[in-house]
């Protein structure tokens, strides 16, 4: 049979040397994206590309560390000490702070960790706003080869877990939280209350596990009954508003229990404009110990404030630093917690108010 020639070459020839050239550009690609990965998936991370990522991706800068915080909102007492505590910390330090304000929503927090991922951070501090949409955060930084630690909330464990797809979980026990603040409720009432609860953000991990130990700790008293149960936000305004609209379908309330304390001090207005007494008529507790939750302790209207610290930065510069020397970080660094109460608020009130 009469074969083509190209350049002296018959096609059976020329067909070998294409496949060949487009075998070795193949290969030359995936290296190319392997190394960008390694070095850059952060500049001080190790390893290659996704594939090749260690699970969780290593750190192995120790020193001017260029660290991106991805903030879920920037208002609130709470949130602006964290956000504070984070950048004294990263300071003190001498690391690059490299700060995104997600606003309240998951998508932008998404795009705000890729950007950090596009800055080539050396390791990602994420406060995720909920926990399922904010796993794939999690898995953009690890397919970039860049650590990430969670702080203050945690993601769904279904879909990406400590110690293989990021580092560690440092925050409070939010469960915990809960059944102190039902703990308290039921000891002050003699164990008979009709409560409203406020809720914190729908998916949100400190919101769901602080119903979660409430209202099984509420469920052990036979005189105690959740009347509504709804999601007020966090947010002083929203509590305020979703208080004054189940009071007019529950006027015969006793109790409030709100996730935070912007929210119980939202509570505390809606029940004084409805001609309630707030810590005569209506026991309400709360979480937080923000310096208005603290107040409002001291001047009778809220019983009981659980702590949920704020303080991050210290803890997680030390525990960056521990992860980057090689040490094994347990999958959630527990942070305690205190409980305020009339009896002893006075005594923290100047050191820990925010
Ligand atoms: O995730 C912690 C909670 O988030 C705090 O209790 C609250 O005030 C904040 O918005």
Redo the contacts with the bound molecule.
Sequence with gaps: MKQTKFFGLNMSALFIIVLGGLLLTACGTSNSTSSSGGSGGGSGSSGGGSSSCASPPKLSKTTGLKVGFSQ??NT????LA?TKSMQDAAKAQGAQLIFTDAQSSASKQISDVDSLIAQKVDVIVL?PLTSEPLAKAVQDAKAACIPVVLI??DVDHKLASPNKDYVTFI??N?VQQGKLAADWLIKNTGGKAKIIELQ??TG???ATD?KTGFDNEIKTAPGMSILASQDAD??RDKGRQTMQTLLQAHPDVTAVYA????MAIGAIAALKAAGKKPGKDVTVVS??G?RDGMNAIINGELGTSVQ?S?FFGPITFQTISQYASGNKIPDWVVVQDLQYTKDNVQQYIAKNAY
């Design positions: 879920n909102e609130g007492p709470w949130r964290e406060a203050d909330r925050g409070s939010f914190g953000t949100a991990s400190a602080r966090f947010n996730h935070n304390d912007e979480i937080d923000e949920s704020p």
